[in-house]
Protein backbone atom coordinates (compact mmCIF):
# COMPACT_ATOMS: atom_id res chain seq x y z
CA UNK A 1 0.00 0.00 0.00
CA UNK A 2 2.89 2.10 -0.70
CA UNK A 3 1.81 5.83 -1.59
CA UNK A 4 4.68 6.84 -3.84
CA UNK A 5 6.37 4.48 -5.63
CA UNK A 6 9.38 4.16 -7.49
CA UNK A 7 11.42 2.06 -9.35
CA UNK A 8 14.07 0.30 -9.48
CA UNK A 9 15.35 1.78 -6.58
CA UNK A 10 19.21 1.06 -7.50
CA UNK A 11 20.45 1.58 -10.85
CA UNK A 12 24.02 1.36 -12.05
CA UNK A 13 24.44 1.82 -15.65
CA UNK A 14 27.59 3.33 -17.68
CA UNK A 15 27.76 6.35 -19.71
CA UNK A 16 26.09 7.02 -22.82
CA UNK A 17 23.31 4.68 -22.00
CA UNK A 18 19.86 5.73 -21.81
CA UNK A 19 17.56 4.55 -19.05
CA UNK A 20 13.99 5.29 -17.39
CA UNK A 21 13.18 5.69 -13.84
CA UNK A 22 9.57 4.72 -13.45
CA UNK A 23 7.02 6.35 -10.57
CA UNK A 24 3.45 5.70 -9.57
CA UNK A 25 1.61 7.29 -6.93
CA UNK A 26 -1.95 5.79 -5.73
CA UNK A 27 -2.75 8.67 -3.66
CA UNK A 28 -5.22 10.33 -6.23
CA UNK A 29 -3.30 12.64 -6.97
CA UNK A 30 -3.23 15.37 -9.32
CA UNK A 31 0.62 16.75 -9.42
CA UNK A 32 3.62 14.53 -9.34
CA UNK A 33 7.21 15.99 -9.13
CA UNK A 34 10.52 15.08 -10.03
CA UNK A 35 13.56 16.10 -7.80
CA UNK A 36 17.72 15.72 -7.77
CA UNK A 37 19.52 15.26 -4.97
CA UNK A 38 23.37 15.43 -5.31
CA UNK A 39 26.25 14.11 -3.43
CA UNK A 40 26.18 17.27 -1.19
CA UNK A 41 22.58 16.15 -0.43
CA UNK A 42 20.53 19.27 -2.09
CA UNK A 43 17.75 18.41 -3.26
CA UNK A 44 16.38 20.65 -5.90
CA UNK A 45 13.30 20.63 -8.44
CA UNK A 46 13.01 19.13 -11.85
CA UNK A 47 10.06 18.94 -13.39
CA UNK A 48 6.52 19.27 -12.18
CA UNK A 49 3.30 17.31 -14.00
CA UNK A 50 -0.25 18.94 -13.38
CA UNK A 51 -2.98 16.69 -14.84
CA UNK A 52 -0.60 15.21 -17.46
CA UNK A 53 0.73 18.87 -17.87
CA UNK A 54 4.02 19.71 -17.33
CA UNK A 55 3.76 22.69 -15.32
CA UNK A 56 7.23 23.34 -13.78
CA UNK A 57 10.52 22.70 -16.26
CA UNK A 58 13.89 23.57 -14.59
CA UNK A 59 17.54 24.37 -16.28
CA UNK A 60 17.78 20.34 -16.97
CA UNK A 61 19.60 19.32 -19.86
CA UNK A 62 16.87 18.21 -22.45
CA UNK A 63 18.09 13.94 -22.29
CA UNK A 64 16.53 14.47 -19.54
CA UNK A 65 12.89 13.61 -20.77
CA UNK A 66 9.66 13.41 -18.49
CA UNK A 67 6.73 11.26 -19.41
CA UNK A 68 3.08 11.54 -17.62
CA UNK A 69 1.26 9.26 -19.37
CA UNK A 70 -1.39 9.46 -16.38
CA UNK A 71 -2.24 11.38 -13.22
CA UNK A 72 -0.87 8.06 -11.65
CA UNK A 73 2.25 8.27 -13.17
CA UNK A 74 5.47 10.46 -14.17
CA UNK A 75 8.16 8.72 -15.60
CA UNK A 76 11.57 9.93 -15.63
CA UNK A 77 13.47 9.32 -19.05
CA UNK A 78 17.22 10.05 -19.25
CA UNK A 79 19.28 9.65 -22.58
CA UNK A 80 22.69 9.75 -23.06
CA UNK A 81 23.58 9.31 -19.31
CA UNK A 82 26.81 11.20 -18.02
CA UNK A 83 28.78 11.05 -14.92
CA UNK A 84 27.30 13.85 -13.65
CA UNK A 85 24.10 12.29 -13.36
CA UNK A 86 25.09 10.00 -10.37
CA UNK A 87 22.75 10.89 -8.17
CA UNK A 88 19.29 10.19 -5.64
CA UNK A 89 15.92 10.99 -7.76
CA UNK A 90 12.96 11.42 -6.24
CA UNK A 91 9.12 11.33 -7.28
CA UNK A 92 6.48 13.21 -4.96
CA UNK A 93 3.10 13.88 -5.63
CA UNK A 94 0.25 16.47 -4.37
CA UNK A 95 -2.88 16.66 -4.81
CA UNK A 96 -2.89 20.52 -6.85
CA UNK A 97 -0.32 23.00 -6.00
CA UNK A 98 0.50 25.36 -2.93
CA UNK A 99 -0.33 25.17 -0.36
CA UNK A 100 -0.91 21.08 -0.14
CA UNK A 101 1.78 19.09 1.30
CA UNK A 102 3.82 16.80 -1.01
CA UNK A 103 4.31 12.96 -0.44
CA UNK A 104 7.68 11.60 -1.45
CA UNK A 105 8.67 8.53 -2.81
CA UNK A 106 11.89 6.10 -1.36
CA UNK A 107 14.56 7.21 -4.16
CA UNK A 108 16.15 5.62 -6.53
CA UNK A 109 19.88 6.03 -6.50
CA UNK A 110 21.41 6.54 -9.56
CA UNK A 111 24.75 5.59 -10.57
CA UNK A 112 27.20 6.12 -13.98
CA UNK A 113 30.20 4.35 -14.16
CA UNK B 1 15.36 33.93 -6.14
CA UNK B 2 14.38 31.85 -3.30
CA UNK B 3 17.18 30.48 -1.12
CA UNK B 4 17.06 28.58 1.46
CA UNK B 5 19.69 27.81 4.53
CA UNK B 6 19.57 25.98 7.48
CA UNK B 7 21.98 26.10 10.46
CA UNK B 8 24.04 23.83 11.55
CA UNK B 9 24.90 21.67 8.74
CA UNK B 10 25.63 19.23 11.71
CA UNK B 11 24.58 18.40 15.14
CA UNK B 12 25.27 15.77 17.39
CA UNK B 13 23.81 15.84 21.21
CA UNK B 14 23.26 13.00 23.72
CA UNK B 15 19.91 11.20 24.39
CA UNK B 16 17.58 13.75 26.20
CA UNK B 17 18.60 16.90 25.17
CA UNK B 18 15.97 19.71 23.46
CA UNK B 19 17.38 20.56 20.12
CA UNK B 20 16.68 23.72 17.65
CA UNK B 21 16.90 23.55 13.99
CA UNK B 22 16.98 26.94 11.81
CA UNK B 23 15.83 27.31 8.57
CA UNK B 24 16.33 30.90 6.96
CA UNK B 25 14.70 31.88 3.38
CA UNK B 26 15.25 34.61 1.29
CA UNK B 27 12.12 35.71 0.06
CA UNK B 28 8.86 35.87 2.62
CA UNK B 29 6.23 35.09 0.28
CA UNK B 30 5.76 31.73 0.66
CA UNK B 31 2.52 29.90 0.84
CA UNK B 32 3.88 27.09 3.32
CA UNK B 33 6.77 25.61 4.91
CA UNK B 34 7.18 21.74 5.63
CA UNK B 35 9.90 19.93 7.35
CA UNK B 36 10.81 16.74 6.18
CA UNK B 37 12.88 13.73 7.92
CA UNK B 38 15.14 11.77 5.35
CA UNK B 39 16.85 8.51 6.84
CA UNK B 40 19.95 7.12 4.94
CA UNK B 41 18.85 5.46 1.73
CA UNK B 42 15.23 6.48 2.55
CA UNK B 43 12.93 9.03 0.99
CA UNK B 44 11.65 12.02 2.38
CA UNK B 45 9.49 11.81 5.49
CA UNK B 46 6.82 15.05 6.23
CA UNK B 47 6.90 16.06 9.87
CA UNK B 48 5.17 19.11 10.28
CA UNK B 49 3.40 21.68 7.54
CA UNK B 50 3.19 25.47 8.21
CA UNK B 51 0.72 27.42 6.21
CA UNK B 52 1.84 30.72 5.41
CA UNK B 53 -1.00 32.11 7.88
CA UNK B 54 0.39 29.99 10.38
CA UNK B 55 2.92 30.53 13.47
CA UNK B 56 3.25 26.93 14.17
CA UNK B 57 2.55 23.48 14.19
CA UNK B 58 3.20 20.60 17.02
CA UNK B 59 3.02 16.92 16.29
CA UNK B 60 4.29 14.53 19.67
CA UNK B 61 7.71 15.99 20.73
CA UNK B 62 8.10 18.34 17.47
CA UNK B 63 7.43 21.74 17.23
CA UNK B 64 7.59 24.12 14.01
CA UNK B 65 7.98 27.65 14.13
CA UNK B 66 6.88 30.27 11.32
CA UNK B 67 7.87 33.91 11.40
CA UNK B 68 7.29 34.91 7.58
CA UNK B 69 8.68 38.51 8.03
CA UNK B 70 12.26 37.68 9.20
CA UNK B 71 12.53 34.65 7.17
CA UNK B 72 12.63 32.27 9.07
CA UNK B 73 11.60 28.71 10.51
CA UNK B 74 12.80 26.62 13.76
CA UNK B 75 12.30 22.65 14.43
CA UNK B 76 12.26 22.22 18.44
CA UNK B 77 13.00 18.68 19.24
CA UNK B 78 11.73 17.83 23.19
CA UNK B 79 13.99 14.99 24.84
CA UNK B 80 15.99 13.96 21.65
CA UNK B 81 16.29 10.02 21.37
CA UNK B 82 18.86 7.81 19.14
CA UNK B 83 15.70 7.35 16.45
CA UNK B 84 15.34 11.06 15.73
CA UNK B 85 19.27 10.43 14.07
CA UNK B 86 18.66 11.63 10.36
CA UNK B 87 19.15 14.54 7.80
CA UNK B 88 16.25 17.11 9.16
CA UNK B 89 15.55 19.66 6.00
CA UNK B 90 13.07 22.61 5.45
CA UNK B 91 11.31 23.54 2.76
CA UNK B 92 9.32 26.17 1.27
CA UNK B 93 6.52 26.62 -1.11
CA UNK B 94 6.52 29.60 -3.74
CA UNK B 95 4.43 29.00 -5.29
CA UNK B 96 4.37 25.75 -7.87
CA UNK B 97 7.62 24.35 -5.88
CA UNK B 98 9.07 23.11 -2.80
CA UNK B 99 12.89 24.70 -2.20
CA UNK B 100 14.99 22.73 -0.09
CA UNK B 101 17.20 23.69 2.11
CA UNK B 102 21.00 22.85 2.90
CA UNK B 103 19.70 20.18 5.63
CA UNK B 104 21.09 19.05 9.33
CA UNK B 105 22.44 15.93 9.90
CA UNK B 106 21.59 15.27 13.39
CA UNK B 107 23.02 12.38 15.29
CA UNK B 108 21.89 11.73 18.82
CA UNK B 109 23.99 9.10 20.89
CA UNK B 110 22.81 7.25 24.07
Known amino acids: DTAVSQTPKYLVTQMGNDKSIKCEQN?????MYWYKQDSKKFLKIMFSYNNKELIINETVPNRFSPKSPDKAHLNLHINSLELGDSAVYFC????????????FGDGTRLSIL | KQEVTQIPAALSVPEGENLVLNCSFT??????LQWFRQDPGKGLTSLLL?????REQTSGRLNASLDKSSGRSTLYIAASQPGDSATYLC?????????FGTGTRLQVFP
Open chain 2, 27 to 32: DSAIYN
Open chain 1, 27 to 31: LGHDT
Open chain 1, 92 to 103: ASSQGQAPQPQH
Open chain 2, 91 to 99: AVRNPDKLI
Open chain 2, 50 to 54: IQSSQ
